[in-house]
């Protein structure tokens, strides 16, 4: 049977591996530069120091490039996955070509979360989602860098650069240029590339404000958006023990003012939109989404809450949700709210625990109050 804790344990390790990997890569990477000579291990002997050190450089890149996969793997992204397991290998044989005492726990952990990493593979199954201006910020900056690449490399030599010799270097000028670097170690000698270069600097310095600024906007806007109230993804990483509310309707309030007098903390789950704003204004925990989705529900800490309570004016709503919530975590208690009495036996079949219909008791009350029972009042007055 597929456990969603064990698969979440599983996912958290993958990271935590993915992360060590990364910071020993970048140490271990700039030891071997400062260090270049290989004397650990049966191949030692067979490696140059020139190989060496270059396994240190590209090594410290690789460790950078670990540590923005393992941010991918932290928010579940499946693109974080692949590169990730195509990573782990690299970082595996760059520790051995380095040959030093200091690789050898790279090594043995880039072998050891490989398994790991293939294990979890489920655990990270969100597509990563770029808007249209993210795509085409990034599609000018690429464009912008081939551009410069191949027109440098064509006016190389006589024709307009000096110190361009392969294309690699035609590369390095065009990202020195675009990025207002400029080391001036190459250097247009003809109109041609003169003018060539002003483009360069133009369109390359253009595309890099776009596109840090398309980039790094909707990270910039999550930073606005907790500190105006809303829930970060480490704000529900750290929920447990807590009441989820899944949906929001009329019958919802009486139990969110019942829940926050009793100081148990609670996450209301709601489609975005007026309802959201409003409990938001009001401090109250809200997650915007679908309340019948699993990957709503997961970001809640399902798994970790004490109950979950469905009680919106759409009893097939609130059955959707309760069928959601029990295929994923049979345990979780669920208590549900049924609008239509001859909804109860429906919502008991959906997997809730618990089914009160606020209708049926109201109706009784007032057929008790009308009777004379003195009493009904005063139990109505205690639920109110």
Not at 22 to 30: R, T
Not at 286 to 309: F, H, M, Q, S, Y
Request: charge should be negative; glycine fraction near 10%; aromatic fraction near 6%.
């Amino acid at each position: 049977m597929d456990v969603p804790g064990a698969k979440r344990v599983t996912g958290r390790v993958a990271v935590a591996l993915t992360l060590a990997v990364a910071a020993l890569s970048v140490g271990v990477g700039i030891l071997g530069i400062v260090d270049p000579t290989a004397n650990f291990g049966p191949v030692a002997q067979y490696i140059p120091p020139a190989i060496s050190q270059t396994a240190g450089f590209t090594g410290s890149l690789t460790g950078f490039l670990m540590v923005m996969s393992a941010f991918g793997l932290r928010r579940g992204l499946r693109v974080a996955w692949y590169s990730t397991l195509v990573l782990l290998p690299i970082t595996a044989g760059q520790g051995l070509v380095q040959a030093t005492p200091y690789s050898v726990p790279l090594v043995v952990l880039s072998v050891v979360a490989f398994p790991v990493l293939a294990v979890a593979r489920s655990r990270f199954d969100e597509p990563i989602s770029l808007s249209t201006s993210q795509l085409a910020a990034g599609g000018a900056l690429a464009g912008v860098q081939a551009y410069g690449t191949i027109g440098t490399w064509a006016l190389r030599g006589e024709r307009g650069f000096t110190g361009v010799n392969t294309m690699l270097d035609a590369f390095y000028y065009t990202l020195v240029t675009s990025s207002t670097v400029g080391y001036g170690d190459v250097t247009p000698v003809t109109q041609e590339a003169r003018l060539f270069s002003l483009s360069v600097l133009v369109l390359g310095t253009a595309s890099f404000a776009v596109a840090l600024g398309a980039l790094l906007g909707p990270a910039l806007e999550a930073r606005f958006a907790s500190a105006l109230g809303r829930m970060t993804q480490s704000d529900l990483e750290s929920l447990d023990g807590h009441v989820v509310v899944a949906g929001y309707g009329d019958l919802t309030e009486p139990i969110l003012t019942e829940l926050a007098a009793s100081g148990r903390q609670f996450l209301v789950v709601a489609r975005g939109g007026t309802d959201t704003s409003e409990l938001r204004d009001r401090d109250i925990d809200v997650l915007a989404g679908d309340p019948t989705d699993e990957k709503t529900l997961d970001r809640a800490g399902i798994e970790r809450a004490r109950a979950v309570v469905t009680a919106t004016n759409d009893d097939g709503e609130d059955a959707l949700a309760i069928l959601t919530v029990r295929e994923t975590y049979p345990d979780v208690r669920v208590v549900a709210a049924a609008t239509e009495q001859e909804n109860e036996p429906k919502l008991r079949r959906a997997g809730a625990d618990t089914v009160i219909s606020p209708a049926v008791i109201g109706g009784r009350l007032l057929a008790r109050s009308a009777l004379g029972d003195e009493h009904a009042e005063e139990e109505a007055a205690d639920l109110e």
